[in-house]
T-cell receptor, first 118, second 111 residues
Framework: GAGVSQSPSNKVTEKGKDVELRCDPI?????LYWYRQRLGQGLEFLIY????????KSGLPSDRFSAERTGESVSTLTIQRTQQEDSAVYLC????????????????FGNGTRLTVT | DQQVKQNSPSLSVQEGRISILNCDYT??????FLWYKKYPAEGPTFLIS?????DKNEDGRFTVFLNKSAKHLSLHIVPSQPGDSAVYFC??????????FGSGTQLTVLP
């Protein structure tokens, strides 16, 4: 497919378990972003990758959250010891370059992973 | 502290009429603004953007207006169509390489 792909689309987990969310960006897109949307709220920035490095991790809410990107392609977001407040839709987005690039290089979002922590 | 605010969680408009969605921001360093549209169970899709050097940008039925002195932008959709029913997110960017989003406005266009 030509778009950003995220898996799984839905994940239900018990409190205290670890989860791993996957994002396959559009081929050739060097910039990759993770956002989350909790119920009734806006999109909350988590982390940004340029290539395989993460120059901005400022949005990660706690040290239970980590992310990596390999081969300037796939990224995984890992949440350890999940808590109920982690329940949200986790959205991945990619762009040709950072959003400070061309006006016609907006973020392209995947459909998200809906995480429910019980 | 929300730097991008969409104070109307919902808006209903009759088909064919104008829809006006509003957004306010507090960070004077923001210089690039975007609107995204989101259908249920899908990711947001880019709609239109505006740089702070402009006060208006138009693309078909969609026009974004920027009032820098008021730190306010709006999205106008004319004429509104039932397929426009979605959640609309306003987003802003400054020197940081990430977008700050508002909480969204649910637009319902009534046939």
């Amino acid at each position: 497919g030509a778009g950003v792909s995220q898996s799984p689309s839905n994940k239900v987990t018990e409190k205290g378990k670890d989860v791993e969310l996957r994002c396959d960006p559009i081929s050739g897109h060097t910039a990759l972003y993770w956002y989350r949307q909790r119920l009734g709220q806006g999109l909350e920035f988590l982390i940004y990758f340029q290539g395989n490095s993460a120059p901005d991790k400022s949005g990660l809410p706690s040290d239970r959250f980590s992310a990596e990107r390999t081969g300037e392609s796939v990224s995984t977001l890992t949440i350890q010891r999940t808590q109920q407040e982690d329940s949200a839709v986790y959205l991945c987005a990619s762009s040709l370059e950072s959003i400070r690039g061309l006006d016609n290089s907006p973020l392209h979002f995947g459909n998200g992973t809906r995480l429910t922590v019980t | 502290d929300q730097q991008v605010k969409q104070n109307s969680p919902s808006l209903s408009v009759q088909e064919g009429r104008i829809s006006i969605l509003n957004c306010d921001y507090t960070n004077s360093m923001f210089d690039y603004f975007l609107w995204y549209k989101k259908y249920p169970a899908e990711g947001p899709t880019f709609l239109i953007s505006i740089s702070s050097i402009k006060d208006k940008n138009e693309d078909g039925r969609f026009t974004v207006f920027l009032n820098k002195s008021a730190k306010h932008l709006s999205l106008h959709i004319v004429p509104s169509q039932p397929g426009d029913s979605a959640v609309y997110f306003c987003a802003a960017a400054g020197s940081a390489r990430q977008l700050t989003f508002g909480s969204g406005t649910q637009l319902t266009v009534l046939p």
